[in-house]
C-alpha cells in the first residue's frame, strides 16, 4: 500500500500549481492531507479532479484554519474524526 502524507499549506492555494500533476505519478492508495485550510465544501470542489478517491475531510472551527482530508481508493476502512481531546479537536487535525 503506497500512503502518502503532504502538508498542503492551504489546499485552493496548491491545486494551483502543480499538485494534480505530482499525484499520477505518486499514485497513492491513500492521500493524507494537512492543513487544508478550507471548509469541507470548498476541500471537495477543489479535490474534484481526484474523483476515483472516497474523501473524508475534518475541518476547524475556524474557518481558514488548518484541517485535515483524507482521499483513500478504498472504502473498507473505517474513519475517525478527532482524538477526545477538546482543545484540539476544534482545530480538525486528526483523521
Known amino acids: 500500500m503506497n500512503i502518502i502524507w503532504w502538508n498542503v499549506n492551504g489546499i485552493r492555494a496548491v491545486v494551483k500549481k502543480d499538485f494534480f500533476d505530482s499525484i499520477p ?3 497513492p492508495d491513500m492521500l493524507c492531507l494537512q492543513k487544508t485550510k478550507a471548509q469541507d465544501n470548498e476541500v471537495e470542489n477543489a479535490l474534484l479532479p481526484l ?3 472516497q474523501l473524508n475531510c475534518n475541518l ?3 474557518k481558514g484554519y488548518s484541517g485535515t482530508a483524507l482521499l483513500n481508493k478504498s472504502d473498507s476502512i473505517k474513519i475517525s474524526h478527532d482524538m477526545g481531546i477538546i482543545e484540539h479537536d476544534t482545530e480538525g487535525p486528526v483523521l
Open 25 to 27: 505519478s505518486l499514485n
Open 51 to 53: 474523483n476515483v478517491y
Open 60 to 62: 476547524a472551527d475556524k
